[in-house]
Antibody, heavy 119, light 108 residues
Framework: EVQLVQSGAEVKKPGEALKISCKGS????????IAWVRQVPGKGLEWVGI????????RYSPSFQGHVTISADKSIDTAYLEWSSLKASDSGIFYC????????????WGQGTLVTVSS | EIVLTQSPDTLSLSPGERATVSCRAS???????LAWYQQKPGQAPRLLIF???SRATGIPDRFSGSGSGTDFTLTISRLEPEDFAVYYC?????????FGQGTKLEIK
């Protein structure tokens, strides 16, 4: 069965950098998009952005554009979400999820990575 | 950006009852690219319904979706104990993709 396995919880200070990961298996990683979705604990779901590992085509939500970087390494079937300088407001649970090419919903989700940014 | 507004925020029902959750869009969701997800505490969301009314793989037929344009509905015909969770609608045709704020279905 399709699995997306995410890296573990992180505790960081404001201003620090961070890169979290999402590894997909066992499917053709380069033929599906990987999206990132944020959830502040106890709150709703926010779209961060999405990447197509086949050619690294990347789209960002305006709310996150310029503050995060989404990338992928297709040689190891892994997508990443990265911050160069964290803020306390970046805290939350970050989920990766798979989407087929075209207009499709998110059919498989990772288990989530909790990011806590606190001084 | 398409804003999705769900109602009610919280729905209190008993097992065996029928649940109806509404999702209203700020503009028409063209080609019916609307989905519903279920999220239980401590878990990732799970896809229930896509294309307004198609059930995802393994989803029981007590879950159904309907609607068009700007008004959509998720119906659970007879609630089972495992159905008490938070439900989100999502439109995936316009960029950015957006979600409703969620509806918590709790046991009465």
């Amino acid at each position: 069965e399709v699995q997306l396995v995410q890296s573990g919880a992180e505790v960081k200070k404001p201003g620090e950098a961070l890169k979290i990961s999402c590894k997909g298996s066992p499917y053709s990683f380069t033929n599906y998009w990987i999206a990132w979705v944020r959830q502040v604990p106890g709150k709703g779901l926010e779209w961060v952005g999405i990447i197509y590992p086949g050619d690294s085509d990347t789209r960002y939500s305006p709310s996150f554009q310029g503050h995060v970087t989404i990338s992928a390494d297709k040689s190891i079937d892994t997508a990443y979400l990265e911050w160069s300088s964290l803020k306390a407001s970046d805290s939350g649970i970050f989920y990766c999820a798979r989407r087929n090419s075209g207009f499709f919903p998110l059919d498989y989700w990772g288990q989530g990575t909790l990011v806590t940014v606190s001084s | 950006e398409i804003v999705l507004t769900q109602s009610p925020d919280t729905l209190s029902l008993s097992p065996g009852e029928r649940a109806t959750v509404s999702c209203r869009a700020s503009q028409s969701v063209s080609s019916s690219f609307l989905a519903w997800y279920q999220q239980k505490p401590g878990q990732a969301p799970r896809l229930l319904i896509f294309g307004v009314s198609s059930r995802a793989t393994g989803i029981p037929d007590r879950f159904s979706g309907s609607g068009s344009g700007t008004d959509f509905t998720l119906t659970i015909s007879r609630l089972e104990p495992e159905d008490f969770a938070v439900y989100y609608c999502q439109q995936y045709i316009n960029s950015p993709v957006t979600f409703g704020q969620g509806t918590k279905l709790e046991i009465k």
